[in-house]
């Protein structure tokens, strides 16, 4: 027995409202046409935003990156592929903790299992990792959706079997939503008390949070915070930390063979160095995030969630810690180092696309970096922001997709309506792989965003892998750097997307000095082809 489309589709709607989503994401299909009708209700109700986009894979990161940067959004589309087109977005949602919800239209139950049009088994689509809620009647409806309680740090998946006639015949007016008050995460209980005095150095990986960072300044220990942490802010986060552990001990007074201890939070997952010394047998691994959270891929001793310094131990002036201090000092001599790498360097290099980036991120502003080379050369050039100035730094670095990129900065620049600025900072073909989230049509919510593309024609990542030595040299273009000689000014001419380009540093510095206002393309061109040399030359690189 189905329910009446309409009936169900408001009462969808109406269960979202309750449940604090105020951003929905349509991809337009016929099956999904009762939701679609409803959701245009509610808009013109002024109690929902709507959105439409032709591709189902833009579809669902617009909605991610909406997630991500505070809002509460839902994405829905037809039955058959279309819902396929959803898994990328909803799997970095499960690896990234992020509430996605997902509104499969589907046909009614009598027709599950043949080969009528667009049927395909929905339920149980996005694998074990995404359980599915199958409704076909209003009571089928989960009660309030766990966001308006503690919320959601997961995809939730309804898929809606919806059955002719699938067009309403009124106009409707949801019932004004109660406003669900967030319900800030509880403070973490007081965690145990640790040992300033032990030599420890704090990991910070996407979507950390400040804790760390507060845990760094407290011991007076040294932070290695990703880009995306949440912590790469204060006089503890080091910039080239990454550089410091590759060097290992072969530098003068290295503490990197000191170190005994290392707290973790978030999902760190940029550099190799930072893996090797999260698995070193003489190395204790403290987890500071919830056991639930991650499951890691090294050993943990301990979760130690609002884990404090020993008071007893603790240092009279933490930031005059000597262990700190042999950290900062090796951090300053290579970065100068590093900087005078670069200003040798003829051409503008992608390091330096990535620093001129860092510092237009002005207080207040957001700043959605790609994955591969662009968040790397990020975190070699971010010096730590001041503290408290509400810059959001964010990737999705669950699984590091280079899909959809361009469609979670434009969520996620939307959604943060208050920043002061928002630029994204993808490679080229990270932005040639979500290119359709370019396409926006005459009525669609506009973001100010400027997109910064370091247009190196491939993927240079490679060229720094096993799979950029010289002995692949005859295979490496066509098999991993995948060079396309793209016109990304005509691209963007097709898409009516205002284009800049940008050949050196000045005139990169003077682009992001001028944005346009809306949505724009900033193209900076930049060579590969010293790429592996350049990138050996850096990881060489030692404070003396
Ligand atoms: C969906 C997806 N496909 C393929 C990959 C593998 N991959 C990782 S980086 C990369 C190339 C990225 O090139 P670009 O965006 O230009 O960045 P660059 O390293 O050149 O700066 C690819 C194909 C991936 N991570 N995700
Ligand atoms: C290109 C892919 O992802 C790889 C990107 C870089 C990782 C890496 O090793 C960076 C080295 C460093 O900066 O220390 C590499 C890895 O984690 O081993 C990733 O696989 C890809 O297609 O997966
Ligand atoms: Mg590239």
């Known amino acids: 027995m189905t329910a009446d489309a309409t009936a169900l589709a408001r009462a969808t709607i109406e269960l979202l409202l309750r449940s604090g989503v105020r951003e929905l994401?349509?991809?337009?299909?016929?099956?999904?046409?009762?939701?679609?009708?409803?959701?245009?209700?509610?808009?013109?109700?002024?109690?929902?935003?709507?959105?439409?986009?032709?591709?189902?894979?833009?579809?669902?990161?617009?909605?991610?990156?909406?997630?991500?940067?505070?809002?509460?959004?839902?994405?829905?589309?037809?039955?058959?592929?279309?819902?396929?087109?959803?898994?990328?977005?909803?799997?970095?949602?499960v690896h990234a903790g992020v509430g996605l919800v997902v509104l499969s239209a589907d046909r009614p139950t009598r027709l599950a299992g043949t080969s009528a049009n667009q049927t395909t088994e929905q339920p149980g689509i996005f694998g074990p990792l995404v359980p599915t809620r199958d409704v076909a009647v209003i009571g089928d409806l989960p009660d309030l959706l766990p966001w308006a309680r503690v919320g959601l740090d997961?995809?939730?998946?309804?898929?809606?079997?919806?059955?002719?006639?699938?067009?309403?015949?009124?106009?409707?007016?949801p019932a004004p939503p109660a406003a669900v008050a967030d319900q800030l995460a509880p403070a973490p209980a007081e965690g145990p008390l640790l040992d300033p005095s032990v030599p420890t150095v704090v990991v910070a990986g996407d979507?950390?949070?400040?804790?760390?960072?507060?845990?760094?300044?407290?011991?007076?220990?040294?932070?290695?915070a990703e880009p995306s942490s949440g912590s790469r802010t204060g006089r503890n986060a080091l910039r080239c930390y990454r550089l410091l552990l590759g060097a290992g001990e072969e530098w003068a007074d290295s503490p990197v063979g000191e170190i005994r201890r290392v707290v973790v939070a978030g999902h760190p997952t940029l550099s190799r160095p930072v893996q090797r010394l999260l698995a070193r047998p003489d190395v204790e691994v403290l987890d500071l995030d919830d056991a639930g959270r991650f499951a890691r891929p090294f050993a943990v001793s301990a979760h130690v969630r609002g884990a404090r310094v020993d008071p007893d131990a603790a240092l009279p002036d933490p930031d005059a810690s000597p262990w700190l201090a042999r950290w900062r000092e090796a951090d300053r001599a290579v970065a100068r180092r590093l900087d005078a790498l670069l200003a040798a360097e003829p051409a503008l290099t992608p390091w330096e696309v990535a620093g001129a980036v860092a510092r237009a991120v002005e207080p207040g502003a957001l700043l959605v970096v790609g994955p591969s080379s662009p968040i790397r050369d990020l975190d070699l050039m971010l010096h730590g922001y001041e503290?408290?100035?509400?810059?959001?730094?964010?990737?999705?670095?669950?699984?590091?997709?280079?899909?959809?990129?361009?469609?979670?900065?434009?969520?996620?620049?939307?959604?943060?309506?208050?920043?002061?600025?928002?630029?994204a900072l993808v490679g080229d073909v990270t932005f040639l792989h979500d290119a359709g989230g370019l396409v926006l049509g005459p009525d669609e919510p506009?973001?100010?965003?400027?997109?910064?593309?370091?247009?190196?024609?491939?993927?240079?990542?490679?060229?720094?892998?096993?799979?950029?030595?010289?002995?692949?040299?005859d295979r490496f273009e066509r098999l991993f750097a995948t060079p396309h000689g793209v016109d990304l000014a005509s691209l963007c001419a097709a898409t009516r997307t205002p284009y800049a380009r940008a050949e050196s540093l000045p005139e990169l510095e003077q682009l992001l000095a001028s944005p346009n206002g809306g949505l724009e393309v900033v193209e900076a061109r930049i060579g590969r082809a010293d790429r592996r040399e350049?990138?050996?030359?850096?990881?060489?690189?030692?404070?003396?």
């Open 534 to 544: 350049l990138d050996a030359r850096i990881r060489a690189l030692t404070p003396g």
């Open 207 to 224: 979507d950390a949070g400040p804790p760390p960072r507060r845990l760094a300044e407290a011991a007076g220990w040294p932070l290695f």
């Open 154 to 173: 997961a995809p939730v998946h309804l898929n809606l079997r919806f059955d002719d006639p699938l067009t309403p015949t009124d106009r409707w007016t």
């Open 25 to 93: 994401v349509l991809a337009p299909g016929s099956r999904n046409a009762p939701l679609a009708f409803a959701a245009a209700d509610a808009a013109e109700a002024g109690v929902l935003r709507l959105h439409t986009r032709i591709d189902e894979r833009s579809a669902a990161f617009l909605a991610l990156g909406l997630t991500r940067a505070g809002a509460r959004a839902a994405v829905t589309c037809t039955s058959g592929t279309a819902v396929a087109n959803l898994h990328p977005a909803v799997l970095e949602a």
């Open 387 to 423: 503290v408290g100035a509400r810059r959001k730094v964010m990737a999705n670095r669950g699984l590091a997709g280079i899909d959809g990129v361009l469609s979670t900065a434009i969520g996620a620049a939307l959604a943060r309506s208050h920043s002061t600025r928002a630029i």
């Open 446 to 473: 506009r973001p100010d965003l400027t997109i910064v593309v370091a247009n190196d024609d491939g993927g240079s990542i490679f060229a720094t892998l096993e799979q950029g030595d010289p002995r692949y040299g």
